[in-house]
């Protein structure tokens, strides 16, 4: 089994006096990358062989300048363009709240140009910060999107490795899904959405309960990130159905979501 990886980083405020450039990226290859993601044990285990691309780790920063967006993305794109034919999923870590020069969301462009590459079939299953500004036209480009769900991200290794187990269990399922989504209409910043708050603990323990229903891989809230303006902000509930006849029930759990993070 082949799987592709990689990942880019980039929380964009644009209310700081200085944009992103390439050289304040953190750029990963190779066995880096695999670390990254922290699924270097379940890797070894499952005898996979991993096609590593870029892991571009911009971090907390101004707005994106375009020139390192673009050579970022098309690394990416090269790579999948010279393995998309061999490899049976793709891997990566799309943290949901870049702004890019002249792009918008970065993370939107990146995911939407992959898909172009590999048609509609191939799995393609991301992790992302909750942090980030989703849409329905960032989800229908996945098989399996999920966040961590903890602020501090306590729980960032333990999210990565959840979704690489539910790519995996995809892999032999061969199901075609596509997660649910819909857009909730709150705007916070990341201070008051810490998980050891309320309404965030018991928010997280409601996204807890959907996720142990048999008919679903995965269920999320994306807060969303307010330091830039983009028609790509605000807050989303995901949840990716178990297998295609569960589609209805997924849809049903984000309205269920929905209703409880507003109420």
Do not use: W
Request: include cysteine; hydrophobic fraction near 40%.
């Amino acid at each position: 089994m082949k799987i592709l990886v990689g990942g880019f980083v980039a929380e964009s405020n644009e209310h700081v006096n200085h944009n992103t450039r390439l050289e304040d990226f953190t750029l990963k290859y190779g066995s880096d990358i695999i670390e990254s993601l922290y699924i270097t044990d379940l890797v070894k285990e499952n005898d996979i062989e991993i096609i590593p691309a870029l892991y571009a780790d911009g971090r907390g920063g101004g707005v994106v300048k375009k020139d390192a967006f673009e050579y970022i993305q098309q690394t990416m794109l090269d790579y999948i363009q010279k393995h998309y034919r061999e490899i049976d999923a793709i891997f990566m870590f799309i943290h949901g709240a870049s702004h890019v020069e002249g792009f918008g969301s970065g993370d939107h462009e990146l995911i939407k140009n992959i898909r172009e590459i590999t048609g509609k079939h191939l799995p393609i299953a991301i992790v992302s910060d909750p942090h980030g500004n989703i849409t329905e036209d960032f989800t229908k480009h996945t098989s399996i999107h999920r966040t961590f769900r903890h602020s501090p991200h306590t729980d960032r290794p333990e999210a990565h490795q959840i979704v690489f187990k539910l790519l995996l269990e995809l892999l032999n399922k061969r199901q075609n899904i596509i997660p649910a989504i819909k857009k909730i209409p709150v705007m916070v910043g990341g201070e008051r959405s810490v998980s050891t708050d309320e309404p965030m603990v018991s928010i997280n323990q409601f996204l807890d309960e959907i996720e142990a229903d048999e008919r679903v891989m995965a269920a999320s809230l994306f807060i969303g990130y307010v330091r830039h303006d983009s028609d790509k902000c605000g807050a989303a509930a995901v949840v990716v159905p178990a297998t295609e006849k569960d589609q209805d029930f997924a849809e049903e759990c984000v309205s269920r979501i929905y209703d409880y993070v507003l109420s």
